[in-house]
Each structure stands twice: as C-alpha cells, then as structure tokens.
C-alpha cells in the first residue's frame, strides 16, 4: 500500500504555498487536496506539483508499505 512519507501540505505551507495560494493559483485543486488531507494518493498530475514546487522526487513523498495479511478475521 502506498502512504505519503510526509504531509504534503505542511511541506508547502514551510515553503510559503499556503492552501490559500495553493487554491488561488490552481498548483492542486480542492478534491485533490482533500485526498491528501485523508491520505489518499492524490493523481499523479497532482503529485507533479509538490514534486515541482518542493524540488523532490515521488519517492520523497511516497513509501511502499507492505500490508499485514496475518491479520485477516
């Protein structure tokens, strides 16, 4: 399962991209940003945008989490 390694939004917001800019200049829209908040993976589109504006790799933002099968009921 793939979850995000850092918070998105929080990572922008200390680069100065409040939600508010981030809205008003269209870098991820709304639903987008509410996935991110719920931390679901975000659309790779969306990605490209923290990627860009924080000038790293998916792999800075992303881990593989293998999923625990034992548990199963």
Not at 20 to 29: A, F, V
Not at 47 to 62: F, I, V
Request: aromatic share 6%; with cysteine.
């Amino acid at each position: 399962m793939l979850k995000y390694k850092i918070d998105i939004l929080a990572a922008l917001k200390e680069n100065e991209y409040t939600t508010y800019h981030i809205r008003h200049e269209k870098l991820i829209g709304e639903a987008q940003m509410q996935k991110i908040r719920n931390g679901e993976i975000a659309s790779k589109e969306t990605l490209n945008k923290p990627c860009e504006s924080l000038n790293c790799q998916p792999g800075d933002l992303l881990e593989y989490i293998e999923e625990d099968h034992s548990a199963k009921t």
